[in-house]
């Protein structure tokens, strides 16, 4: 099962009292849900998930914690209109963990993997329509260059583009491992057994399916605005281009004006409504990586809402 990436340091982090209202915008298979339902006594967790079985599985284990929640079957960007249409207006805590869950990667028909034959999919949402294969056999070379260079960093990024559109000029690509040798073919040796030359272009395709920049950049305004004075938002990102994103989002929201940034005291019309909880971002603790290899990369950052 799904073990939760830096649960300890994230619930800490949220700073939860009895009363809370909590929201947990990526509910997954329950593992922070469950920790922070512990925690509220008098509070209320309401917690967002788009998988269908990931529902199934957490409506039954949160039961048994207790009935202070609320499951809500909807994509995270939708939180506030879900939120506003149930009357509530100001939240405690937010908590974003953005990782794929193991059971989406270790499911093969889901398509997540490159270590696994399925066909491509790669749909967090399977009521969705677009999937990987339509993004692999339909983007022009250009736009899938574009995309595995923005969304997966990749050096090889035009070289693989233009060999998916030569081969599938003969035949649709239909499954993961076709794809994974025609990523192969297109990468040199020695780069490839540096690491998976399919990892950042998988990644690549699957932030596309699900619009998952997009769908952050939204969620995190949303959350930034209703979170109550003394409420904090926290984000657990599993590669650079989330971290950078939340990132530089919280340093505009919490960076003070040059001007006044020495002085010992900043004055009130300085100061800004947020303050960073985290000034280098925490990572998972030695134990935790060696048991949990997918924590390797994860990165909690918290901010506060002051004023």
């Given at each position: 099962m799904?073990?939760?990436v830096?649960?300890?340091?994230?619930?800490?982090?949220?700073?939860i009292?009895e009363?809370?209202?909590?929201?947990?915008m990526?509910?997954g298979?329950?593992?922070?849900?469950?920790?922070?339902?512990?925690?509220?006594?008098?509070g209320f967790l309401?917690?967002f998930d788009?998988d269908e079985?990931?529902?199934?599985?957490?409506q039954k284990r949160l039961?048994?914690?207790?009935?202070?929640?609320?499951?809500?079957?909807?994509?995270?960007?939708?939180?506030?209109?879900?939120?506003?249409?149930?009357?509530?207006?100001?939240?405690?805590?937010?908590?974003?963990?953005l990782?794929?869950?193991?059971p989406?990667?270790?499911e093969?028909?889901?398509?997540?993997?490159?270590?696994q034959?399925a066909p491509?999919?790669?749909?967090?949402?399977?009521?969705?329509?677009?999937?990987?294969?339509?993004?692999v056999?339909?983007?022009?070379q250009?736009a899938?260059?574009?995309?595995?260079?923005?969304?997966g960093e990749?050096?090889?990024?035009?070289?693989?583009?233009?060999?998916?559109?030569?081969e599938?000029a003969?035949?649709?690509i239909?499954?993961?491992?076709?794809?994974?040798?025609?990523?192969?073919?297109?990468?040199?040796?020695?780069?490839?057994?540096?690491?998976?030359?399919a990892?950042?272009?998988?990644?690549?395709?699957r932030?596309e399916?699900?619009?998952e920049?997009e769908?952050?950049e939204?969620?995190?305004e949303?959350?930034?605005?209703m979170?109550t004075v003394?409420g904090?938002?926290a984000v657990?990102?599993?590669?650079?281009?989330e971290?950078r994103?939340?990132?530089?989002?919280?340093?505009?929201?919490?960076?003070?004006d040059?001007?006044?940034?020495?002085?010992?005291e900043?004055?009130?019309?300085?100061q800004?409504?947020f303050?960073?909880?985290?000034e280098?971002g925490?990572?998972?603790?030695?134990e935790e990586?060696?048991?949990?290899?997918r924590?390797?990369?994860?990165?909690?950052?918290?901010?506060?809402?002051?004023?």
């Amino acid at each position: 099962m799904h073990e939760s990436v830096l649960l300890e340091e994230a619930i800490a982090a949220l700073s939860i009292k009895e009363n809370s209202i909590i929201v947990d915008m990526t509910l997954g298979f329950g593992g922070h849900s469950s920790a922070i339902l512990k925690r509220i006594k008098r509070g209320f967790l309401y917690a967002f998930d788009q998988d269908e079985e990931a529902l199934t599985y957490s409506q039954k284990r949160l039961s048994q914690i207790g009935n202070r929640f609320e499951i809500i079957d909807s994509n995270f960007r939708y939180m506030k209109k879900e939120l506003t249409k149930r009357g509530v207006k100001h939240i405690d805590g937010f908590l974003f963990d953005l990782g794929v869950s193991s059971p989406q990667l270790d499911e093969e028909e889901r398509g997540f993997s490159y270590h696994q034959d399925a066909p491509l999919d790669m749909r967090m949402d399977r009521r969705r329509t677009k999937t990987a294969k339509e993004v692999v056999n339909t983007y022009s070379q250009e736009a899938l260059r574009n995309i595995f260079q923005m969304y997966g960093e990749s050096k090889f990024a035009n070289s693989i583009a233009k060999r998916i559109v030569e081969e599938r000029a003969h035949k649709e690509i239909e499954t993961t491992l076709e794809l994974v040798e025609i990523i192969k073919s297109a990468v040199p040796m020695k780069e490839r057994l540096k690491k998976h030359p399919a990892r950042q272009i998988f990644q690549a395709i699957r932030i596309e399916v699900n619009q998952e920049l997009e769908a952050l950049e939204e969620a995190l305004e949303d959350a930034l605005e209703m979170v109550t004075v003394g409420g904090r938002v926290a984000v657990i990102t599993f590669h650079s281009l989330e971290d950078r994103m939340v990132k530089k989002k919280f340093k505009e929201l919490s960076e003070v004006d040059a001007k006044v940034k020495g002085l010992p005291e900043i004055p009130f019309a300085y100061q800004k409504n947020f303050r960073i909880v985290t000034e280098k971002g925490i990572q998972a603790s030695e134990e935790e990586r060696t048991k949990n290899r997918r924590s390797r990369s994860a990165i909690l950052r918290v901010i506060e809402k002051v004023k």
